[in-house]
Every structure is written in structure tokens, then in C-alpha cells.
């Protein structure tokens, strides 16, 4: 009995340890870019492709994972799903080419899916009055590991070099699958439902997105007008709609989508795609704006090695928010605390528009938006599990967490295309750039928040009527 109680209070702390891998892995993106092409010999554009390749392979293996964790098997899942993001992790660090650097990259996309069987594990296996909380938790781990995961790339990658801060994300998986094996309990869930897995719908939706995520990372290069990027967002457009076809008609889909019919449903997918991509816009330009020279007006002019260190802020702000929404959680609407992230993460753009040539306006800046985000992140996925069946719960909130990935790539795009046509002659992007590209996250964060506002007065309006 005491073995089971001990195993029950390890078990979320253990969870949030495995979830941490996708928060490192995440950090080895937009920090690293300029020393993967300094240390490959590649161009800058190519060396993105270290994003981009991680960005498509994540958004294939997110929903098959979520599907994947709905079954039986959700221990073996992760530990497979580690193993496969350790071997990645090791590859990159000894490349001895862009192109093997590559492959070790694509296989660290999985850990964006690793999220989706945590809280799948979590509803299985946690008390009944833990659930809604360990949710919340897992689900800003990720916002606020990044907080976490920059400054300590930024300091092994100043001081050793980039391979050191990918033998640093192996050595960290590695711990995660000893806990797991530790922790999580051996065998397989006899309370799932054993369903045949939707082949085709899952390679229908990988088809999609990776067309889809292909064609917005690659658009500011390309060029939106071009026939490149018109051709694959079409066929993108294509992939998708003959899913959702295949998807509503099938009997054990993917992805239920007849579950957006669902009010909060709907609502948690729709704010993810809005704030994952204000989101990016803001950490995205915050983070050049720290590396690049103060000649241009507005950088900071930091290291590699201190440049992590304004997403710390960003780290702090979303475990405050998070440990507010565990104990407010039962007296303040989940509905609610949307509008409210989103109040916070509009205000933070609006900041960072407004005032971004000191350090201490950037880490303020920062601190806002991890107040919004753990407090919007945290509701997305506890409405969805309040509102839909415990066998659908993988699933659902792995294609939340792919519309995030989905808004964060639109939000790099923007940012990108506006920063590539504000580039002055040293090849830094122009003051004018910068503030655009603010601007941009700073609306985009007021119409989620106004949308939000007036679905709420709807609501209220229907309930008194």
C-alpha cells in the first residue's frame, strides 16, 4: 500500500520530468542558428532548415503519438518515443555534416508530441482530484522549460560549443527515460479502448501539415507569390480537406473532429493557433533584438552566452501563472482564464512594441508573456479533457498542441517575411522591421483577446435568455 501511495505522489513530478525533454529540445532551435552555420559551412537560410526539418517532423508525429497514447501501450510509447529523440540528439552532436546534422534533427521532432502522452498518462493513472491540475502543469512545462532551456544553451554553446549543448539534451533524455522506467507502472492500460489505428487519416493529416508547415517556413525565401509556395499551400489545402473527409467518416478516426462541436473544444484549438503564433512573433524578435549589435538602433549587443538569459523571464512568469490557475482553479471559470491570458499576452506585445531598446523592457516584456501563456496554456487543455471522453483526451489535445505548433510556424513566417523586406545594408534587420513585426504580435494578441471577450458576452447573453 505505501509502494502504490509513493508511486501515486512520484508519479506527476516524474511526468513533468519527461515532458522537460520537449522544452530542451526546443532550445537548441533559434539561439543555435548562427553557430550551426558558422560550424557546417552553410548559409544562414540553409542553416534554418535545422528549424524548419524539426518543425515538419513534429507536426507528422504529434497526432499519431496522441492517437498512439489513447491505447494500451502509453508507457512503452514514451519510452520508445525518448529513445528515439536520444538517438536524435546524440547524431547531432557528432555530425560530421549539415545533412547527418539533419537526420539527428528530424528525429528530435517527436518530442513535440511527448506532451500529449504525459497527460494521457496523467489521466490514467493520477488521483481523481489531481487531474485537472497535473493537466495544467504539464501542459505550460513546455513554456516554462524554453525559460529554462535558453540561458543553459546559451551558456554551454558560448562556453564549449554547440555539440556540447546537444550531448547536453542526450544526457537530460537519458534521465528521463531511467525516471520513466522508475516511476510510470509496467503494463498496459486494460482501461483503454483497443481500436484499429487510422492509417490513412494519419498519413493524410502528415501530408498536410508537412506540406502545409513546408510551405509557411519556406514562403519567405521562396516568396509568396511565387509559384512554389502557391502550389504546395494549394495542394497543402487539398491533403487536409479530403482528411477531414476521410476523418468523419471513418469509425475510429484519428481525430474525432465531430468533438469541435464542442464549444470549449472549438475554443481552446482556435486561441491555440492566435497565441502560438503572437507567441513566436514575440520570442522570436525579442531574441534577435538581444544578438544583434547596438549600431543598429535597437539591439543589445549580447553574447550567445547571456542572449539565453532573456527567455528566463518567460520561465518565471508562466510557473507563477501556473501555481496561481492550480489554486484559483475550482472558484475561476477554465473559460475564463483564456481572455485573461491573452489580456496579459496582449499586454506583454504591446510592451515590447512599444518599448524594446533597454534590456530591462525586454526581460519585463518577457515576464508578461509567460503570465499569459501559463495561464492560457494551462486552460486550453484542461477544457478539452472537461469536454471530451478520457478515451479520447490523447488525440484531442496532441492536435492542440499541433494548431500551437501550426500558429507558432505562421507567427515565425511573418515575422521572417517582414524582417526579410526591413534588412538594411549590414544585413541586419532595419529599426522600421522590428517594430512592424511587434506590432503585428501585439494585434494579433488584441484580437484573440477581444474574440474571446465577445464569445464570453455571447455566452453570458444565451444563459440569460
Not at 528525429?107 to 513535440?112: E, K, M, N, V, W
Not at 544585413?427 to 506590432?439: D, Q, V
Request: include cysteine; charge should be positive.
Amino acid at each position: 500500500m505505501n509502494r502504490v501511495a509513493e508511486t501515486r505522489s512520484a508519479m506527476v513530478p516524474a511526468l513533468i520530468y519527461a515532458a522537460l525533454s520537449t522544452a530542451i529540445v526546443s532550445s537548441l532551435g533559434m539561439l543555435l542558428v548562427p553557430s550551426i552555420s558558422l560550424e557546417m559551412g552553410v548559409p544562414v537560410s540553409t542553416a534554418q532548415w535545422m528549424l524548419t526539418l524539426n518543425l515538419l517532423a513534429g507536426a507528422i508525429a504529434t497526432p499519431v503519438m496522441g492517437r498512439l497514447s489513447d491505447g494500451p501501450h502509453k508507457k512503452k510509447l514514451l519510452l520508445v518515443s525518448l529513445t528515439i529523440i536520444l538517438a536524435g540528439s546524440i547524431i547531432a552532436a557528432v555530425a560530421p555534416n549539415f545533412t547527418i546534422f539533419l537526420i539527428g534533427r528530424a528525429l528530435q521532432g517527436l518530442s513535440y508530441g511527448i506532451v500529449a502522452v504525459t497527460i494521457s498518462l496523467a489521466r490514467r493513472y493520477v488521483a481523481e482530484h489531481q487531474v485537472q491540475g497535473s493537466i495544467s502543469s504539464l501542459s505550460v512545462t513546455v513554456a516554462t522549460g524554453i525559460g529554462i532551456g535558453y540561458p543553459l544553451t546559451g551558456i554551454i554553446a558560448g562556453m564549449t560549443g554547440f555539440r556540447f549543448a546537444f550531448w547536453f539534451a542526450a544526457l537530460f533524455v537519458l534521465t528521463a527515460i531511467i525516471v520513466v522506467i522508475r516511476v510510470i507502472p509496467d503494463g498496459p492500460d486494460e482501461h483503454a479502448l483497443k481500436t484499429p489505428f487510422d492509417s490513412k487519416g494519419a498519413t493524410l493529416l502528415g501530408l498536410g501539415l508537412g506540406t502545409l508547415l513546408l510551405g509557411i517556413s519556406e514562403g519567405p525565401h521562396w516568396g509568396w507569390s511565387s509559384l512554389s509556395t502557391i502550389s504546395v499551400l494549394i495542394l497543402a489545402a487539398a491533403l487536409l480537406l479530403v482528411w477531414i473527409r476521410v476523418e468523419l467518416r471513418s469509425e475510429h478516426p484519428l481525430i474525432n473532429l465531430r468533438v469541435f462541436r464542442n464549444g470549449d473544444v472549438l475554443l481552446a484549438n482556435l486561441t491555440a493557433i492566435g497565441l502560438g503564433a503572437a507567441m513566436y512573433i514575440g520570442l522570436s524578435v525579442a531574441s534577435l533584438v538581444a544578438q544583434s549589435p547596438a549600431t543598429t538602433g535597437y539591439g543589445l549587443s549580447l553574447p550567445v552566452f547571456w542572449a539565453g538569459f532573456v527567455m528566463f523571464p518567460l520561465s518565471v512568469g508562466s510557473f507563477t501563472a501556473n501555481r496561481l490557475v492550480r489554486r484559483l482553479g475550482r472558484r475561476i471559470s477554465l473559460a475564463t482564464l483564456l481572455p485573461v491570458g491573452a489580456a496579459f499576452m496582449a499586454s506583454a506585445g504591446t510592451l515590447l512594441w512599444l518599448a524594446h531598446t533597454q534590456l530591462w523592457e525586454i526581460l519585463l516584456g518577457m515576464l508578461v508573456f509567460g503570465l499569459g501563456m501559463g495561464a492560457a496554456y494551462a486552460a486550453m487543455p484542461a477544457l478539452i479533457a472537461r469536454s471530451v471522453a478520457t478515451q479520447e483526451l490523447g488525440s484531442s489535445v496532441s492536435f492542440n498542441q499541433v494548431l500551437r505548433t501550426i500558429g507558432s510556424s505562421f507567427g515565425t513566417a511573418i515575422s521572417g517575411a517582414v524582417i526579410a523586406a526591413h534588412t538594411g545594408s549590414d544585413h541586419h534587420a532595419t529599426g522600421t522591421g522590428i517594430n512592424l513585426s511587434f506590432e503585428i504580435g501585439a494585434v494579433l494578441c488584441l484580437v484573440v483577446f477581444v474574440s474571446l471577450l465577445v464569445n464570453a458576452g455571447v455566452k453570458r447573453s444565451h444563459r440569460a435568455s
